[in-house]
């Protein structure tokens, strides 16, 4: 997508424009989720040119889609970096697009800004994972839901990496915390058909069901959730991958009432928060909802700009190290990246789906948590590049 160009700032880019790759999924299941996210960058690269560029240059996007498929994805990663030459990356949703994306991004000596909340349990000097920790999540809404709902669980997923891997962290949580695990169904990214699995859970009793499906699979699964009887007083759903977006393609009448755990919800106060939606809504639409993801694909724009000024290059490597430096005021508040594994510092929330789909906080904690990418729950091990990267965590 080209960006409006600026006549009154002919003379500031000058030079040659700097190149970044966007990568999303623009069609198939995920591009629900993943478009918005890939606005948001682009909203966030036409601030940056609008106030100067970064280094006298302005920014160009290249856009690819990785069309909900993840051997796409690593082959658009080295499009991006082999061919088109892009100084950094921006994108990927699920985990199973960036493991895809891993490995080429290491060969290359790329940096991918990764904007969703993720199960952990990875440490690479090329990724910059600004969403959710397990500790950011998860495991304070495994917490929340045992000290409020009730200690039967019923997990539900998406069949790949991050509901697997998450599942692992909620399970080693309730035998740790006095929990019953009393179903785990999983469904192909796309499935469409959940009756099965919602008999299943309607007969086994659960006080909760804790779901990681992604994608537009939550739409017939809540739908046919509340077609089964089950309400939210019955048996809330507490999500970790359906944010405002979902719930509109969902619909708030099938979702009312029930949860979703992030760092972010449309509804926080602030100023900052409400200039970033007012934006968002302007340039995209009046009937724009915002989330976690998307808040979070704008914060790396920024963040990247502002550690490529402080590194006075656009290096990967060197950016990396200056983006440790950068303190941010952001619809979040003040964000910043932990040196030791390159995780973001988040506050974690817990919110209730309100009928008009925006989301009502009910619980947070209280003070920005520092990431922990290895669950204690499932590993001894713990990520910190200052003592030369994956290690054995001291406790």
């Known amino acids: ?108 000596n790329g940096l991918l800004w990764y904007p969703v909340q993720y199960e952990g349990n990875e440490c690479s000097k090329n990724i910059m994972y600004t969403g959710a920790c397990p500790n950011q999540q998860i495991e304070p809404a495994v917490t929340w839901l045992l000290k409020n709902k009730g200690k039967k669980f ?71 959730f509340a077609a089964a009887g089950l309400t939210p007083q019955r048996v809330p759903i507490m999500a970790v991958s359906v944010a405002e977006v979902e719930v509109q393609g969902i619909g708030a009448q099938y979702c009312k009432g029930h949860y979703a755990s992030w760092n972010y919800f449309e509804s926080l106060p602030g100023a900052k928060n409400a200039a970033f939606v007012q934006n968002f809504r302007k340039r995209y639409g009046a009937k724009q909802v915002l989330d976690d993801p998307i808040v979070h694909g704008y914060i790396n724009v920024h963040l990247w700009a502002e550690a490529v000024k402080r590194a006075k290059s656009f290096d990967p490597m060197k950016v990396r190290a200056a983006a440790f430096q950068v303190n941010m005021d952001s619809p979040l508040g003040m964000v910043r990246v932990d040196p030791r594994n390159q995780n973001m510092y988040q506050v974690a929330r817990i919110g209730e789906i309100q009928p008009s789909g925006m989301f009502k906080e009910v619980w947070n904690s209280g003070k920005i948590l520092a990431p922990e990418p290895y669950s204690r729950y499932i590993s001894k091990k713990t990520c910190d590049w200052t003592k030369g990267g994956l290690i054995a965590a001291a406790h």
């Open 1 to 108: 997508m080209a960006l409006p160009y600026l006549g009154g700032i002919e003379t500031v880019f000058a030079a040659e424009p700097i190149k970044v790759g966007i990568l999303h999924s623009l069609s198939g299941t995920m591009s629900i989720s993943e478009i918005p996210v890939k606005n948001a960058e682009l909203m966030a690269i036409e601030e940056i040119n609008n106030a100067g560029g970064v280094l006298g240059r302005k920014i160009q996007p290249v856009i690819v889609d990785g069309a909900s498929d993840w051997p796409t994805f690593a082959q658009k990663t080295k499009q991006l970096l082999v061919d088109n030459k892009v100084s950094t990356i921006f994108g990927c949703w699920t985990s199973a697009s960036r493991k895809a994306v891993k490995p080429v991004v290491e060969q290359y």
């Open 154 to 224: 019923f997990l539900v997923g998406s069949d790949y990496v991050f509901p697997r891997t998450a599942n692992a962290i909620i399970k080693g949580q309730l035998k740790a915390m006095g929990g019953q695990l009393v179903g785990e169904e999983y469904a192909p990214l796309g499935h469409m058909e959940f009756s099965t699995i919602v008999n299943k859970i309607k007969q086994s009793g659960a006080n909760v069901v804790f779901s990681t499906i992604n994608g537009d699979s939550n739409v017939p699964f809540y739908k046919q």
